[in-house]
């Protein structure tokens, strides 16, 4: 079994140093390895060619956006799974390749869990269900890609990622592969990367749920009922929760009550 990796970047040199270093650190070898950059001019291309003697492929040029990008890599590779870990994302350890694919079957996607952090050193654990429902798919954030394996024959069938998308064309992906296609997956209960969350996908959330919503009203319009019901059993779980917040600090007297 080939894994072929995809790193794409733009002017993020720290963070892509890091990301190479825990690909080429790997104890199972046998990873293709590709690295799209978009034209960096911050030293990014000086540590691609620092690395290129352990990179299959690689290129810096102008791209449109980071899923043009990823289609690059899509189209360059030649492995059985695909995964895409971008700069500034790294495993876990150096093992984790090796633990994460033994023992799989033929499956068409296979995802584990994630590491979060923030630039303020925050951490947060992000586990995965088992079962993928359509609700927690739909509207609770998906997979990872950057902890998930996609079989490359996967994109040959449902094609590649939907460039004029800006935020969410990944999603739409695991959306067609799983409910539309019916394909077969696999959840392994480890984590498998530190992601960082200072991305673009957590920066731009109001362009996320508009693309999304525009997604699931034409590909699965039944379904949209379900997101006003989340919506507000979500409100009313807020509502609550700040009501008891509000009663504890009243009985530590760090508020007063207001009549």
Known sequence: ?????????????????????????QSFKDIEYIVIDGGSWDGSTEIIKEYSNQINYYVSEKDEGIYNAMNKGIIKSNGDYLLF????????HNNIIETFIDGIDDYDIIYGDEIRFYGNGKVFQKTYPDLLSFSFVAFFG??????????????????LY????????????????IFKKQ????????????YNYEGISSKFIELSFSERDT???????????EKFVIENYRNNINYYYKLLIIRI???????????
Not at 215 to 225: R, S
Request: net charge positive; proline share 3%.
């Open 162 to 177: 939907d460039e004029n998308l800006k935020i969410i064309s990944d999603w739409k992906f695991f959306m067609l592969a």
């Open 249 to 259: 600090l009243r009985n530590l007297k760090l508020v007063k009550n207001i009549y």
């Open 85 to 92: 870990l971008n700069s500034g994302d790294y495993f876990v």
């Open 215 to 225: 997604f699931l009203k034409e590909e699965f319009p039944n379904f949209i009922p």
């Open 1 to 25: 079994m080939k894994i072929s990796i995809i790193t794409i970047n733009y002017n993020n040199a720290d963070g892509l140093k890091k990301t190479i270093e825990s690909v080429v650190h």
């Open 142 to 159: 998906g997979l990872p890609h950057q902890a998930t394996l996609i079989k490359k024959k996967l994109f040959l069938e449902l094609g």
């Open 183 to 194: 394909c077969k997956y696999l959840h392994k209960s480890l984590f498998v990367v530190y």
